[in-house]
């Protein structure tokens, strides 16, 4: 009997244990079951719990979010069945910053060390879930899982905008919940300067240019430039939203050389990386005319045909021209094209001086010809094409030189003269010693034999 008695009290210990263990798992479920639960209504918003029986009574379709939050539960259950039976590892995320410029593409990466197999959740800024485990729960194509690895998971986003800037959440959920930030810097590069002129600029005036950026960010910073050198202008930034509004004003006088001379604008910005954006602007400045009329060549005789062309500037370039002779009109013959005056069949009544006038809002200018017609027999010197400046200037330099070698020869005789009557001089002084000493004798014998030593 105590033997039986034993043997059944053995097996009601075990029987017990055994129940215990079956009361045990339901207990642990339901705690994971609540964990789960709790998880997946933090993730999708936290709605509150009167919406579950609705979500559960949905379909699960392999390709939807139902399926996703199934699969991520299960991957919950096998953490938290790792978790009991041995302890789990310490596990860890890690994040980086990305800078890209708008209209570009970015990679968010996020870094898992000792990963096994936890829910992995990637949200961005506005707290909406991108990818739940590998599978997408944002519609969004911009944004694609490349990489989902036990190292790492890498999202690329195409074509990016600034409202995309902001902090991409990288969550790992296990017994304790890790994550990380990977904060994301949207840069909008300037656009190619735009330049304005406030007036027409007028020689002898002072030009504004505006050098102005809409759109940047940071904001662009704006220089101008002038024949290679820095011009200094005064700039200002204006803040539209998240963007910038850039302007640079220069003020510099001109002159009528400065006409169609080049003027720089340049945009730099960090988005650019280290390439720069220029305009160029053309300078029109504006002068008052200028007239030279070009002369013919050689002599003019009668039945010859003059053509005289008169050369015209200005900024406005004048268009009404005018030719005139003085004391008198144009001969009927003459015909006028603009700038060029044709008279043929000369004779001597079209002697006179011809004169062409131009004019522009800016002044007025002239230049005059003096017509000298002569007899087809009469003998006229030839006209040498070199001016008579430039040969009275050779001729000059020529007696010039004739004169400085007279000089030179003169001082040179003068000198050679003065030196002979010196030396004659001094020769009759040597002979007068001498005959003193010969004379006086005595002490005076040695005063000449050093003498003539």
Request: neutral net charge; hydrophobic residues 35%; glycine residues 10%.
């Amino acid at each position: 009997m105590k033997a039986g008695g034993g043997g059944g009290g053995g097996g009601g210990s075990s029987s017990s244990s055994s129940i215990f263990r079956a009361g045990a798992q339901p207990r642990a479920a339901e705690a994971r079951m609540a964990r789960a639960g709790a998880l997946r209504r933090r993730l999708r918003g936290d709605r509150g719990d009167r919406e579950e029986p609705r979500r559960r009574r949905r379909p699960r379709t392999a390709g939807g979010w139902p399926w996703a939050a199934a699969a991520g539960l299960w991957l919950l259950f096998v953490a938290e069945a790792g978790g009991a039976g041995g302890g789990a590892s310490a596990q860890e995320v890690q994040a980086e910053n990305v800078t890209v410029a708008e209209g570009g593409q970015a990679e968010i990466n996020c870094k898992l060390h000792q990963y096994d197999g936890s829910i992995v959740v990637i949200q961005n800024p506005s707290r909406q879930t991108l990818f739940f485990n590998g599978t997408r729960a944002l519609k969004d194509e911009r944004f694609q899982l490349v990489e989902f690895t036990q190292k790492q998971v890498r999202i690329v986003l195409s074509n990016a905008r600034l409202e995309d800037e902001g902090g991409y959440f990288c969550q790992l959920y296990t017994e304790d919940t890790h994550h990380q930030i990977a904060l994301l810097t949207v840069l909008v590069p300037p656009d190619n300067p735009l330049v304005e002129v406030k007036e027409q600029a007028v020689e002898g005036g002072e030009v504004e240019l505006t050098c102005s950026v809409p759109r940047s960010r940071p904001a662009a910073t704006l220089r101008w430039y002038r024949d290679r050198r820095e011009l200094k202008g005064l700039s200002s930034k204006q803040e539209n939203g998240k963007v910038f509004s850039v302007t640079n004003v220069a003020h510099f006088r001109v002159e009528r050389k400065d006409h169609s001379s080049i003027v720089t604008c340049e945009a730099t910005h960090p988005a650019l990386r280290g390439q720069r954006k220029q305009t160029q602007y053309v300078l029109d400045v504006q002068y008052s005319p200028s007239a030279r009329i070009h002369p013919p060549q050689g002599v003019m005789r009668e039945g010859d045909t003059l053509v005289l062309m008169c050369a015209v500037n200005g900024n406005p370039l004048p268009t009404d021209i005018k030719w005139s002779r003085a004391n008198d009109s144009l001969p009927e013959r003459a015909l006028v094209e603009g700038e060029v005056l044709t008279i043929p069949s000369l004779s001597l009544l079209d002697n006179g001086t011809y004169s062409c006038q131009v004019a522009n809002k800016h002044g007025r200018s002239s230049d005059q010809y003096v017509l000298v017609v002569y007899d087809p027999g009469a003998i006229v010197a030839a006209q040498t094409s070199m001016p008579y400046a430039i040969v009275g200037g050779i001729l000059a330099l020529l007696v010039f030189l004739v004169i400085c070698v007279l000089i030179v020869m003169v001082w040179c005789s003068i000198r050679q003269k003065g030196s002979y009557l010196t030396h004659e001089a001094s020769g009759l002084d040597e002979h007068g010693e001498a005959r003193e000493a010969f004379l006086n004798g005595g002490d005076g014998h040695k005063r000449k034999e050093e003498f003539f030593i």
